[in-house]
């Protein structure tokens, strides 16, 4: 017991004890405990992992089990949340330190029987990770209540403008000696971020976020002052500089997902004027989607004026023109909140670009505007009143093929569309054999006259032809010989 206090004395040590005490309970087939913050992994989420994990290891001595915070992001992802290193770095704590998403097999962990799971800053988990729903024991966070009571879950959930707001307040209650100057300082640069150093206007701050600030600055009267605090967490957040398209939409981003479609919502924070204005923007947003499997892309823009008042805009873009404008429309429409959306020029026809009238709505909440749109589309599927194939829509620009199982699709649709046709004017579809090859040492060969000069339309031309022949065979396979 001497040595694990002794191991646990300052935060530094903790973390750095992390990694091998996770091996040895992988090896030993012992209780691991993860504290794991949200997706997006933004400071409010890494912050309050590294501080609520340290907390519990600090007052659970006598529990058999380790205590790891883990970052739900990989390791490739961690220099793109610029505040998140910079603050860490700042408050002597060191990537290599830190324990991310790819260096623990939570799943494997689970299975095993191994697993326990509390969740800060979210409160329910993505489809992906729903299985390990069961190792929940504990949530807290401050987005509203999504999971459904449990009597093995206990559930701290407060509407505050910042998640570290609610662990600041279980830590000083419950076990002030561990608020020393470097835990209060982390959380007090968190909370001073996400309630935009405590402005009113800006819509995050509440009585509680303003409770335990003050109560950090009369524990620590050495902490930084608020407004330089602030700028300078902001001008890491922002810098977005030398960040391709795709890293600036991974920056931020969470994404939502119905039973066949995702859509991802990234904070991009820059005016979205220029954002509009990087070179073959549509082509890279489609390649974005494509890639990482999202139907649809919402981008939620972010500025802020000399006064440290939001500006914010939203783009929205798909492949598919049908679920783009019900996208829109959707956010158009929404009373709860009213987002105020009116229409700015897109040098893109496929992207359309609002002027976001109420700065007070975040990604936060609009998440909920999303996920209701995409529920009440899987109910318009399922009731055959909605919801038409995407894949017959695709944005033409695109040169980025569909999904293996999208272009299956969309040809397996093409061709029942051209049978029925077929079918309805009593002839039948041209089996289209391969013409018999020629004879090269017979009279009349192609390459009599030398090889074929290869242009541009012819190579399209090829690709057609390939691409009738594979529908044709893949036609073959499918069941009932449809």
């Given at each position: 017991?001497?040595?694990?206090?002794?191991?646990?004395?300052?935060?530094?040590?903790?973390?750095?004890?992390?990694?091998?005490?996770?091996?040895?309970?992988?090896?030993?087939?012992?209780?691991?405990?993860?504290?794991?913050?949200?997706?997006?992994?933004?400071?409010?989420?890494?912050?309050?992992?590294?501080?609520?994990?340290?907390?519990?290891?600090?007052?659970?001595?006598?529990?058999?089990?380790?205590?790891?915070?883990?970052?739900?992001?990989?390791r490739?992802?961690?220099?793109?949340r610029?505040?998140?290193t910079?603050?860490?770095?700042?408050?002597?704590?060191a990537?290599?330190?830190l324990?991310?998403?790819?260096?623990?097999?939570?799943?494997?962990?689970?299975?095993?029987?191994?697993?326990?799971?509390?969740?800060?800053d979210?409160n329910?988990?993505?489809?992906?990770?729903?299985?390990?729903?069961?190792?929940?024991?504990?949530?807290?966070?401050?987005?509203?209540?999504?999971r459904?009571?449990?009597?093995?879950?206990?559930?701290?959930?407060?509407p505050?403008?910042?998640?570290?707001?609610?662990?600041?307040?279980?830590?000083?209650?419950?076990?002030?000696?561990?608020?020393?100057?470097?835990?209060?300082?982390?959380l007090?640069?968190?909370?001073?971020?996400?309630?935009?150093?405590?402005?009113?206007?800006a819509?995050?701050?509440?009585p509680?976020?303003?409770?335990?600030?003050?109560?950090?600055?009369?524990?620590?009267?050495?902490?930084?002052?608020r407004?330089?605090?602030?700028?300078?967490?902001?001008?890491?957040?922002f810098?977005?500089?030398?960040?391709?398209?795709?890293?600036?939409?991974?920056?931020?981003?969470?994404?939502?997902?119905?039973?066949?479609?995702?859509?991802?919502?990234?904070?991009?924070?820059?005016?979205?004027?220029?954002?509009?204005?990087?070179?073959?923007?549509?082509?890279?947003?489609?390649?974005?989607?494509?890639?990482?499997?999202?139907?649809?892309?919402?981008?939620?823009?972010?500025?802020?004026?000399d006064?440290?008042?939001?500006?914010r805009?939203?783009?929205?873009?798909?492949?598919?023109?049908r679920?783009?404008?019900?996208?829109?429309?959707?956010?158009?429409?929404?009373?709860?909140?009213?987002?105020?959306?009116?229409?700015?020029?897109?040098?893109?026809?496929?992207?359309?670009?609002?002027?976001?009238?109420?700065?007070?709505?975040?990604?936060?909440?609009?998440?909920?505007?999303?996920?209701?749109?995409?529920?009440?589309?899987?109910?318009?599927?399922?009731?055959?009143t909605g919801?038409?194939?995407?894949?017959?829509?695709?944005d033409?620009?695109c040169?980025t093929?569909?999904?293996?199982?999208?272009?299956?699709?969309?040809?397996?649709?093409?061709?029942?569309?051209?049978?029925?046709?077929?079918?309805?004017?009593?002839?039948?579809?041209?089996?289209?054999?391969?013409?018999?090859?020629?004879?090269?040492?017979?009279?009349?060969?192609?390459?009599?006259?030398?090889?074929?000069?290869?242009?541009?339309?012819?190579?399209?031309?090829?690709?057609?032809?390939?691409?009738?022949?594979?529908?044709?065979?893949?036609?073959?396979?499918?069941?009932?010989?449809?």
């Open positions: 017991m001497q040595a694990r206090s002794k191991l646990l004395r300052n935060m530094d040590t903790f973390l750095r004890s992390c990694s091998a005490a996770l091996k040895r309970s992988e090896e030993e087939g012992s209780a691991v405990h993860v504290v794991l913050g949200n997706e997006a992994c933004d400071l409010d989420s890494m912050v309050s992992a590294i501080t609520f994990a340290y907390f519990l290891a600090k007052t659970s001595a006598k529990t058999p089990r380790t205590l790891i915070p883990v970052l739900n992001i990989r490739s992802e961690l220099p793109l610029t505040e998140g910079y603050f860490l770095r700042e408050n002597g704590i990537e290599e330190s324990v991310l998403r790819d260096e623990v097999d939570l799943h494997a962990l689970h299975r095993a029987g191994q697993l326990l799971l509390t969740l800060v979210h329910v988990l993505p489809g992906a990770d729903s299985v390990l729903e069961g190792a929940v024991v504990e949530v807290v966070d401050h987005r509203p209540l999504e459904a009571p449990s009597a093995g879950c206990a559930v701290t959930s407060e505050v403008g910042s998640c570290a707001t609610l662990i600041a307040e279980r830590i000083s209650r419950s076990a002030p000696h561990v608020l020393d100057k470097q835990v209060a300082a982390l007090y640069g968190t909370i001073v971020l996400d309630c935009v150093n405590m402005a009113p206007e819509g995050k701050v509440t509680k976020d303003r409770e335990l600030v003050a109560l950090l600055e009369s524990k620590f009267t050495n902490l930084p002052q407004a330089t605090l602030f700028e300078s967490l902001q001008r890491a957040k810098n977005v500089a030398g960040l391709s398209t795709e890293q600036m939409l991974q920056k931020d981003m969470k994404a939502v997902g119905g039973d066949d479609v995702t859509v991802a919502i990234s904070g991009v924070y820059m005016r979205l004027e220029a954002f509009l204005q990087r070179p073959g923007l549509q082509q890279e947003l489609c390649e974005f989607c494509h890639k990482h499997r999202h139907a649809a892309l919402v981008a939620m823009t972010i500025s802020f004026s006064g440290n008042q939001p500006y805009q939203i783009a929205v873009y798909s492949y598919s023109t679920l783009r404008e019900q996208l829109c429309q959707a956010l158009e429409n929404s009373q709860n909140p009213h987002l105020n959306l009116s229409p700015i020029a897109s040098p893109y026809p496929h992207i359309k670009a609002y002027h976001q009238g109420n700065t007070l709505a975040s990604r936060k909440k609009v998440l909920p505007v999303v996920k209701e749109f995409l529920r009440e589309r899987e109910r318009a599927v399922h009731a055959g919801g038409e194939e995407l894949e017959d829509q695709f033409s620009s040169r093929p569909p999904l293996e199982e999208e272009a299956r699709h969309h040809r397996y649709s093409a061709s029942r569309r051209r049978r029925q046709a077929a079918e309805d004017s009593g002839t039948e579809e041209d089996s289209q054999l391969p013409p018999t090859p020629m004879n090269s040492l017979v009279e009349g060969c192609p390459l009599d006259n030398g090889l074929p000069r290869l242009t541009a339309d012819a190579i399209l031309e090829k690709f057609s032809r390939m691409a009738k022949e594979e529908e044709n065979w893949g036609e073959r396979d499918l069941p009932g010989g449809q």
